[in-house]
């Protein structure tokens, strides 16, 4: 009778085969991990897009509720209108495409507030005084980026959408003004604000 020993190891075929599945595994594994990673990145980016539109249009809306009907006068004297608008999508000069006078709270001066898109960017100048002075210059303040058009639009007496303001002297501020986002990567966001 002969007696055959029982193997206890492994061969060396059955590790190459241990280490090729686990190596396999280790892929798939970081493969899936980069993926989840990837897609949070643009999930909190598209999150941090969102909110940033949200806090711009809230921005437009307070502002533009509390207008004062006082007329200006601009830097070379000119008299503006308390109420002012374009239709463009981007200005190509420093120019803001939508100006108007703001109430201020109690104690405070009223200012002059204006809203433009530069270089992809939604920009909020700021007049600290009504009647400007040769000199004065507006604080800028980005709001928000990537964007590739802005584009407002005032209501008038009659109910009609009206891409410049004022239209005439007798008519000094719109019922309502629309502001339409066109972001960088295609959505457009359009809300529309009814003033008192």
């Given at each position: 009778?002969?007696?055959?020993?029982?193997?206890t190891?492994?061969?060396?075929?059955?590790?190459?085969?241990?280490?090729?599945?686990?190596?396999?595994?280790?892929?798939?594994?970081?493969?899936g991990?980069?993926?989840?990673?990837?897609?949070?990145?643009?999930?909190l980016?598209e999150?941090?897009r969102?909110?940033?539109?949200?806090?711009?249009?809230?921005?437009?809306?307070?502002?533009?509720?509390?207008?004062?009907?006082?007329?200006?006068?601009?830097?070379?004297?000119?008299?503006?209108?308390?109420?002012?608008?374009?239709?463009?999508?981007?200005?190509?000069?420093?120019?803001?495409?939508?100006?108007?006078?703001?109430?201020?709270?109690?104690?405070?001066?009223?200012?002059?507030?204006?809203?433009?898109?530069?270089?992809?960017?939604?920009?909020?100048?700021?007049?600290?005084?009504?009647?400007?002075?040769?000199?004065?210059?507006?604080?800028?303040?980005?709001?928000?980026?990537n964007?590739?058009?802005?584009?407002?639009?005032?209501?008038?007496?009659?109910?009609?959408?009206?891409?410049?303001?004022?239209l005439?002297?007798?008519?000094?501020?719109?019922?309502?003004?629309?502001?339409?986002?066109?972001?960088a990567?295609?959505?457009?966001?359009?809300r529309?604000?009814?003033?008192?």
């Amino acid at each position: 009778m002969s007696m055959q020993r029982l193997q206890t190891g492994l061969t060396l075929i059955e590790l190459i085969v241990a280490v090729a599945l686990l190596a396999l595994l280790t892929v798939m594994a970081y493969r899936g991990l980069d993926s989840m990673t990837r897609a949070n990145d643009r999930t909190l980016a598209e999150s941090e897009r969102w909110r940033a539109t949200t806090l711009l249009l809230e921005r437009f809306g307070a502002d533009v509720s509390q207008p004062a009907r006082r007329p200006v006068r601009g830097a070379a004297g000119a008299p503006l209108p308390a109420w002012w608008g374009r239709a463009m999508t981007e200005p190509d000069g420093a120019d803001a495409q939508f100006e108007f006078s703001r109430k201020s709270p109690p104690g405070r001066d009223e200012s002059r507030l204006g809203y433009r898109l530069r270089g992809g960017k939604v920009e909020l100048l700021v007049w600290r005084v009504l009647d400007r002075g040769p000199a004065s210059v507006a604080e800028v303040y980005p709001l928000l980026e990537n964007v590739s058009a802005l584009l407002f639009r005032h209501l008038d007496a009659r109910g009609v959408w009206q891409d410049h303001w004022p239209l005439s002297d007798t008519e000094p501020l719109p019922r309502a003004v629309s502001i339409e986002l066109t972001l960088a990567d295609g959505p457009s966001v359009k809300r529309i604000f009814a003033l008192p």
